[in-house]
Each structure stands twice: as structure tokens, then as C-alpha cells.
DNA sequence: CAAATTTCAGATAAACTACTCTTAATACAA
DNA sequence: TTGTATTAAGAGTAGTTTATCTGAAATTTG
């Protein structure tokens, strides 16, 4: 995978953030459960975005995280330089280190071209236009079961669909 | 990154074959060397390659391994189909599972225009194009250092530089 | 046949990632 | 004030990946 489940977790839980109809404090409690994420590691997770400042966050009743800034100020690849660091599109395809244009191996030439338009597609991506689409029919963002544990296994094999899936 | 570090080894040394002059049996640890791979790591990896049927090998002085098929008819695709799954080609930027056009995540459509074109690329790069490449000036396919252990640390920080670089 | 060279196979160890759990710190509400 | 809900922080666990090591099987050479 190019994202790690970290950087993964913490765009779903941006975007779901981005599609609520108001940007206020959603507890990461909610999140975790909607999106079928474990909620010790979305905190985790969550905190790094508060660190770099795309969240801000509030303590005790009623608190929770919420965007820092509007919607259409916090582009997909802010969030994933957040968390998996700005390499992911400054790296390349083999991840030797010490790569570059004067010293490139076989298959720079094509592999830059392709990912300057990730890059490009991510940092033009808006955390609106994805939260805006997330609203739409037929499109999700939950994990389809999350991680699994013993007695979520036991609950599926009974037949017990978990329902908090959106 | 993209692909795992046992895939990369494996392009890596597809290519070093694809560069020589001619297909012919290449000991492993020749290869390991000239790439600053570790041995033993590499053989597991080339044994992927072996079963999958894009290398040959034989066992005994002046064995090796060598490309099964002319290098013009192995793709980059198909290396690394057979070290990290076809699955690389078809998974999507956050990896959820069960995903597809019916329900798709916000981010389905610029993504899978996105991998597409990857996966074409990967598919047409043969072998023999990026066995000439290497054999240009300036490009390089080995690792810098390989993988460090205690002793090839003292021995960069004494000034000796690894002189089986290619 | 014996020795050397090489891949093959499997066990083991180290490193990393994903996930869990516990304890604090903070802030609101009764 | 006291209790409770919530994030913050960090230690601990499990699984996977990466790397190392040892021995066996195959093949050539002498
Ligand atoms: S030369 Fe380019 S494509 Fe090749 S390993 Fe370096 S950055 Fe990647
Ligand atoms: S819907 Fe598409 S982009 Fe979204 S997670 Fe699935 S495959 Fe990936």
C-alpha cells in the first residue's frame, strides 16, 4: 500500500469530519465508530493532525476534534503529510535512497512523471469536495468491518451486522 | 512505499539480468553483490521469481539464474505480480476492502484514473528497455549502502566506501 | 568417488507496523 | 466540590516484514 493504515485512518476521519453540515467538535469516540476504526488508535492518529494544526481539539464533555480550518483550506495531501510525512510524493517507486535526476535508475523518467500527478491530484483534492461527494448516495467511507477481535468475530458469525457502519 | 522492499530487490535484479550483454546463468550472490542486497535475502526473493516462471535456475558451479523468456517479453508488471500479488494493481489508495464502483469512497474516480495509467506503464516497461537504460551513462541500479549491520557501519564511518557499487 | 559451488528449504532473530491498554490531564455539569 | 466525559501520552502486545543463519540437495570439476 503507498498510505500507511495511519495516514488511511486519518483521511476517512477528515473527510468524515469535512461532511458533517457544520464543522463542530465531534468526539473521536464517534468517529472510531462510525468508521469502524479502533478508537485508541484513531486517537493516535488524530492527535498527529492536531500537532500539525489541520485539527483542533477540546477536552472534556462535549469536546472533541474539529477541522482548524474551512474545508476548502485543507487539501487530501496536507492530510497525508501529516501523518506519513511529505516523502510519500518525493519518493519514488524502488525507495533507494539518495535518488535523483543525476544519478537515476532505469525507470525515473517515468515514474516522476506519474507521481507529480498524484502529488497534484492529492494537493488539489480539497477535504470539501471529498466531504461534499461522502454525502452523496452510494458512497462510503467506513471500513467495511474493522479491525477484527474475538468477540466481534463471534458477533459476525452470529449474524449481528454491525449497524454503526455508515 | 508502493512496493514491499522484497519486490524492489526483485526488479532490481530482473533488470541487472536484463542489462547483461547476455542471458546467461548468474550466481545469486553475484547479483547480491553488484546490488548490495543481502545474499540470502535475495535468493528467497529470486526463488518467488524462479516458481513463477520468470527465471530459471540451476544448481551447481557456474549455476545461477537467468530469465526464462527474452527479456523483451518479461514486463515490470510481471515482476512484480509474482513478489507482491496482482493485488498492487487493483487495491486502491486506502486499501479498504470489498471496494468497487457500486460503493465506492469519495475518491474512486481520480484514483482509479490514477492506477490505471500506473498499471499500463508497469505492463508495457519490459525487461530489455530497462536492461538498455541501465546500461547508459549515469544510471544507476544498485543500492547506496545496502543493508547496514554493525560492521559495515564502523567500516563507513572509518572511510572505506563499499567499492561493489555498480 | 570426493570436493567445491550453487540453489533450495526451513529455522531463527531483529525491526517495524498495527493495535491495545493504562494512566494522566482537562473541562464541563450537577 | 465531585463525578464524568473527553483528549493526551505513553507503555505494552501481537503480527508481519525483513534479514540472517544453517543444513540439505543438486551439479560440476578433478
Ligand atoms: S532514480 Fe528515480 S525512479 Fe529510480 S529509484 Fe531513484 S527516484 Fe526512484
Ligand atoms: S472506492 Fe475506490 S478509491 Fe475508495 S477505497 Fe475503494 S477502491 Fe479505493
Known amino acids: 500500500m503507498l498510505l500507511s493504515k495511519s495516514c488511511v485512518y486519518g483521511v476517512q476521519a477528515a473527510i468524515y469530519m469535512a461532511s458533517l453540515p457544520r464543522n463542530e467538535y465531534v ?7 462510525k468508521l469502524n476504526i479502533s478508537f485508541h488508535f484513531l ?3 488524530l492527535q498527529n493532525l492536531t500537532q500539525a494544526g489541520l485539527l483542533v481539539s477540546y477536552r472534556g464533555p462535549n469536546g472533541g ?3 482548524a480550518r474551512h474545508s476548502s483550506a485543507i487539501s487530501l495531501a496536507d492530510v497525508i503529510d501529516s501523518i506519513d510525512g511529505s516523502d510519500v510524493f518525493k519518493e519514488c517507486l524502488f525507495g533507494l535512497p539518495g535518488c535523483g535526476v543525476a544519478d537515476p535508475c532505469p525507470a525515473h523518467e517515468h515514474w ?3 507521481r507529480s500527478r498524484l502529488h497534484h491530484l492529492c494537493s488539489t ?11 452523496q448516495l452510494n458512497v462510503r467511507l467506513a471500513n467495511a468491518h474493522g479491525p477484527m477481535n474475538p468477540a466481534k468475530l463471534l458477533a459476525t458469525m452470529n449474524g449481528n451486522v454491525d449497524a454503526t457502519a455508515v
Do not use: H, Y
Not at 468526539?27 to 465508530?33: D, K, L, N, V
Not at 483534492?125 to 454525502?135: D, F, H, I, P, Q
Open 27 to 33: 468526539s473521536i469516540q464517534e468517529i472510531a465508530g
Open 112 to 114: 516522476t512523471t506519474m
Open 43 to 45: 486517537t493516535k492518529v
Open 125 to 135: 483534492l480539497t477535504l470539501e469536495e471529498l466531504g461534499k461527494r461522502a454525502n
Open 65 to 67: 476534534v474539529a477541522l
